[in-house]
């Protein structure tokens, strides 16, 4: 079955950095771009960054720009957020999400990121 699992989350002090990945299977994964949201508590849930299905183009939300990077190795069906110079108010649950015009989307579970010192 289709399954996206995000992990690196965790708990860091300003200015730290993380890792984030996200594991695909039951899905032909490289057809498909690759987005990361971010839900805070109390807020609605906010695109970060995305990446089209060769990895050619990339996008991120002007919040994180300079910070994040968004990656992904289509031959280990594998996709990554690298997150530098964390601040508080990117302490947010992290979600992967793939998605292809026609077909919908596919959810991860979510990873907690906790910036605090």
């Known amino acids: 079955q289709v399954q996206l699992v995000e992990s690196g989350g965790g708990l860091v002090q300003p200015g730290g950095s993380l890792r984030l990945s996200c594991a695909a299977s039951?899905?032909?994964?490289?057809?498909?771009?690759i987005l990361w949201y971010r839900q805070a508590p109390g807020k609605e849930r906010e695109l970060v960054a995305s990446?089209?299905?060769?990895?050619?183009?990339?996008n991120y939300a002007d919040s994180v720009k300079g910070r994040f990077t968004i990656s992904r190795d289509n031959a280990k069906n594998t996709a990554a957020l690298q997150m530098n110079s964390l601040k508080p108010e990117d302490t947010a649950v992290y979600y992967c999400?793939?998605?292809?015009?026609?077909?919908?989307?596919?959810w991860g579970q979510g990873t907690q990121v906790t910036v605090s010192s």
């Open positions: 039951g899905f032909t994964f490289s057809r498909y771009g």
């Open positions: 999400n793939a998605w292809r015009a026609g077909t919908g989307s596919y």
């Open positions: 990446i089209s299905s060769g990895g050619g183009s990339k």
